[in-house]
């Protein structure tokens, strides 16, 4: 296989939220315990994210562009041999970077990859350029996730890729076939909000496509009633 093993590893409500007011209360502090406990045990080359989900951790932070700049065509790598990536979906190019190391108070630290379109400007990738932030170019208006998994195996060497979020990033791996396993949590509690993104969410830019379907590998009974489904995706 030329890309990485690649597992959605996610933590739901039993509504199929992965946000909300559920993420508050007890029971789901606990599970989301367990969710870094497996995340750090599976010992992944690369955590990857979509744009809202790092906007959070960013803290919304903007990128300071120079529209005159200018930049070289293709890819950008500026570190291959880190312990840890942190990649990050951004295709519009909206995310504000103060390094190319990503940092969260209880995660190690790793190197940002952005995966962006031969559409996201420019001044943007010069951008990224400065920072010391790695990119890649997956699709041409529309992220191509084959291409881009395919581009993390090959540039970065990684063989092992957990995609943690969110509902938008999860069903286009998916739907694009680039997607092995699904390891689910579920939080013994709900919301019913109907505003939250669910587990998966199909992007508006994306056709529609027929139902994925699972195999049940395994069940796992957590802490505090808390429930682990891991799934092989059929092909």
Same mark, same amino acid.
């Given at each position: 296989? #030329? ?10 409500? &039993? ?12 029971? $789901? ?14 010992? !992944?080359?690369?955590?990857?994210? +979509?744009?809202?989900?790092?906007? /959070?951790?960013?803290? +919304? ?9 200018? %930049? ?6 500026? @570190? #291959?041999?880190? /312990? ?9 190019? @909206?995310?504000?970077?103060?390094? +190319?190391?990503?940092?969260? !108070? ?8 952005? %995966?962006?379109? /031969? ?27 084959? *291409? =881009?998994? @395919?581009? &993390? ?8 890729? &957990?995609?943690?979020?969110?509902? $938008?990033? #999860? ?9 092995? @396993? *699904?390891?689910?949590? &579920?939080?013994?509690? =709900? ?6 993104? $669910? ?9 529609? =496509?027929?139902? !994925?379907?699972?195999?049940?590998? #395994?069940? /796992? ?15």
């Amino acid at each position: 296989m #030329n890309r990485p093993y690649t597992i959605c590893h996610i933590l739901s409500a &039993l509504d199929g939220k992965i946000t909300g007011e559920f993420m508050g209360t007890e029971s $789901t502090r606990s599970v989301s315990e367990e969710y870094a406990r497996i995340r750090s045990e599976y010992h !992944a080359d690369a955590w990857l994210y +979509g744009t809202v989900t790092t906007k /959070e951790f960013t803290g +919304g932070r903007k990128p300071a562009l120079n529209l005159e700049a200018e %930049v070289p065509e293709g890819d950008f790598v500026a @570190e #291959n041999r880190a /312990e840890l990536y942190y990649v990050s979906v951004d295709t519009q190019g @909206e995310i504000g970077w103060e390094s +190319g190391t990503f940092r969260k !108070a209880g995660r190690p630290d790793a190197h940002v990859i952005e %995966v962006l379109t /031969e559409q996201t400007p420019a001044a943007y990738r010069a951008y990224l350029r400065k920072q010391g932030v790695s990119y890649i170019l997956a699709g041409s208006d529309m992220l191509d996730s084959k *291409l =881009a998994a @395919e581009k &993390l195996y090959r540039l970065f060497g990684i063989g092992t890729l &957990l995609i943690c979020g969110g509902g $938008t990033i #999860n069903w286009t791996f998916l739907q694009q076939g680039a997607v092995d @396993e *699904l390891s689910l949590l &579920l939080a013994p509690a =709900a919301d019913g909000d109907p505003e939250t993104v $669910t587990v998966f969410e199909r992007s508006a830019l994306l056709p529609p =496509a027929s139902p !994925a379907e699972f195999r049940l590998k #395994n069940i /796992e009974r957590l802490q505090n009633d808390g429930v682990r489904l891991i799934y092989v995706v059929k092909k």
